[in-house]
């Protein structure tokens, strides 16, 4: 089992940048399968922000909401995902939940963006 764990939540204005990590659990490297961050809004699905396949060479995917300001990275040796969007709108608060392997996932590290 992968345990990971988001950080880097927080309220920022819009226009702003954020950048949320994500780790894992001893013995697991993000480079090892598909990962990805998601974020889901209250009253809204669970949407695709960032992804990216386990190949070395992997393009990263994008949500069509987020296009343009994100961008999904490994850092770390390894151990590590991490997210940096800019610039932030409104539409941007919703919890951000990391993903790994396609079956684990964070508990998520809120997001609110204001006016």
């Known amino acids: 089992e992968v345990q990971l764990k988001e950080s880097g939540g927080g309220t920022v204005q819009a226009g702003g940048s954020l950048k949320l990590s994500c780790t894992a659990g001893?013995?697991?490297?993000?480079?090892?399968?598909?990962k990805g961050w998601y974020r889901q809004a209250p009253g809204k699905e669970r949407e695709l922000i960032a992804s990216?396949?386990?190949?070395?060479?992997?393009?990263?995917q994008y949500g069509d909401s987020v296009k343009g300001r994100v961008s999904i990275s490994i850092g770390r040796g390894g151990k590590s995902l991490d997210l940096e969007i800019s610039p932030l709108k409104t539409e941007d608060t919703a919890m951000y939940y990391c993903?790994?392997?396609?079956?684990?996932w964070g508990q998520g590290t809120q997001v609110t963006v204001t006016s």
């Open positions: 993903m790994a392997c396609t079956d684990y």
């Open positions: 001893p013995g697991y490297n993000f480079r090892n399968c598909k």
């Open positions: 990216l396949d386990a190949q070395i060479d992997a393009i990263p």
